[in-house]
């Protein structure tokens, strides 16, 4: 089982919707959680991290769910800019470990 | 402005040549950290270094090398030994701390000619 795994993409939405991702992973102990954008040819850029209690921005929240280990980003109104790819990942103590990505395509 | 600057942007090699991508950083971070990243793929970790003088291999670390002489440097070699080379290389610091932002440099993408 990998570490962390996320929703197979790629998620095509119309301008407008709500689009939800989720990711699970392995280690119990790991401590934080992120949510990273990348854009094509791009380097990774935060997102958000979590937090036990849910977090909000703007548009976006995430929430995380430790008894099933699993992290989730729900993107409200989705805008064409929001066309990427969107990386979970986990800091199970020392090291970050990323997610496969989801590729999110928000059409007109 | 503090960041991570990763060089060359480009590089090609030729099959059976050692290549090294360079990482540098003036963040003052301990740790750093190299990721490949194929087509369509995740990030996946190479090697990681937590202080100067140290580094542990991560989930793909075989056919590189890195070394860990300075804080602000965290050169990676390709060598022969990685049969399948191609792909683009990022280099990372944490910030510390337990929540901690992950800073990136811009990537090299290394091709096998």
């Known amino acids: 089982r990998k570490e962390v795994e996320q929703d197979p993409g790629p998620f095509n939405v119309p301008e407008g919707a709500t689009v939800a991702f989720n990711c699970t992973y392995s280690?119990?102990?790991?401590?934080?959680f992120f949510w990273y954008r990348q854009d094509c040819r791009k380097e990774p850029k935060l997102l958000m991290s979590v937090y036990s209690s849910g977090n909000e921005d703007g548009r976006f929240t995430a929430q995380l769910n430790r008894a099933s280990q699993y992290i989730s980003l729900l993107i409200r109104d989705s805008k064409l800019s929001d066309s990427a790819t969107y990386l979970c990942?986990?800091?199970?103590?020392?090291?970050?470990?990323f997610g496969q990505g989801t590729e999110l395509s928000v059409k007109p | 402005d503090g960041g991570i600057t990763q060089s060359p942007k480009y590089l090609f090699r030729k099959e059976g040549q050692n290549v090294t991508l360079s990482c540098e950083q003036n963040?003052?971070?301990?740790?750093m950290y190299w990721y490949r990243q194929d087509p369509g793929q995740g990030l996946r970790l190479i090697y990681y270094s937590q202080i100067v003088n140290d580094f542990q291999k991560g989930d793909i670390a075989e056919g590189y090398s890195v070394s860990r002489e300075k804080k602000e440097s965290f050169p990676l070699t390709v060598t022969s030994a990685q049969k399948n080379p191609t792909a683009f290389y990022l280099c990372a610091s944490p910030s510390p701390g337990p929540n901690t932002e992950a800073f990136f440099g811009q990537g090299t993408r290394l091709t096998v000619v």
């Open positions: 963040l003052n971070h301990d740790a």
């Open positions: 280690n119990s102990a790991s401590q934080s």
């Open positions: 990942v986990v800091n199970p103590g020392g090291k970050l470990i």
